[in-house]
């Protein structure tokens, strides 16, 4: 290759690493500087709510300890000072967790950008170990208390929707009147309401494709949204007799009493001071009464196919990981149900599993058994291909 040719090839290169991030990589540059570089990124190519979180992992964790390093000069001792300095300040080993894998994610981007000297040191340290949080579950007899409680609370009808609908908080919170289908008694999840600095809000999409969806409204759901709609009403004309404005843009089902968009601290502590009332666990959070709606559907013998789709979930696999512990053992009803299909259906051994086949029957009784065996088997086949469906 001639130097002329060598030449083109280098400055191509360099407009293709150029374009392709907006940046041509920089000697020496520094973490902090880098890392505001990568935000910029994010939040031209994540959701909103994303990038907001990734800027604070950035801004209150990584940049007050290595932020003046050297891109070029981090090594895994600097990753475990971050991830030390996160935990004194009080942060769980949860979130610690998460706060690995975003530095590490802005790591390997410095990699495929090739930054000079960059590289992803995260995948040298060991993960914080963090006990997995155990979820409150509410029983039958928990939800009737819990469902009588709200009564006396403006939000009332947001947690009966979001116990009985298993929705997640977001979901609930962006909820607009088009979206509740009374005559057919149905409710349409398009959205989740997204909280920025400042107490900017919008309405983002779901969380996945699947958790667009439409699920069926319970009778007591539905009761609970009228109700709201008429409580809503005589806020808004209240608001308007005191010379305030009705702050509803988008028409949302559950809002302040002036209007506005619910903030995720209004809401959880509205929440908070409703478990202290119904007596239930201190626990309990708003987000578990997703789990213990998954959690009672699977009680009454619900399949795991239709409660996926009741929680907007990609896959059948996800329900089962997340709440295998708390469905009924289904072992025990299959070995009865291959019980009752074995059984004979006659004579003296009736209803006996152990009464199969006998040799000595005569040819035609052993014919006889051997076709409903037959039949039998077909059967159980078909259960079988149920259980696993």
Known sequence: ??????????????????????????????????????????AQTRRPSTA???????RRYINPVVGKKLLSDLTPEHVQAVLASARGNGLAASTSKVLRIVF???????????????????????PPHAEPRQATFLDAQQARRFLQAPRVNRLEALYVVSLMCGLRAGEARAIRWHDVDFDNRRLRITGTLQEGKGGRYWIGPPKSQSAFRMVGLPAVTLAALRA???????????ARTTGRNWENEWDLVFTTPVGRPLSKTTLRTNFRRLVALTGLPQTLRLHDLRHSCASLLFSQGVPARTVSDLLGHSQVSTTLDLYTHVMPPASNHAAEAFDRLLAARDGPHAGDASAGYSPDLPRKDLLGQLQRAFFLQRAARRLVAHLLR
């Open 52 to 58: 907001y979180e990734y800027a604070g992992y950035v």
């Open 104 to 126: 590490g994610v802005a790591l390997n981007r410095a990699e495929k950008w090739e930054v000079a000297g960059a590289r992803n040191v995260v995948r040298l340290t060991e």
């Open 228 to 238: 709201h709609y008429g409580k809503q009403y005589e806020e808004k004309a209240w």
């Open 1 to 42: 290759m001639t130097a002329g040719r060598l030449i083109r090839f280098a400055l191509a290169r360099q407009r293709a690493i150029q374009g392709s991030h907006g940046h041509t990589p920089k000697a020496g540059e520094t973490v902090e500087h880098f890392l505001n570089r990568w935000l910029d990124y994010i």
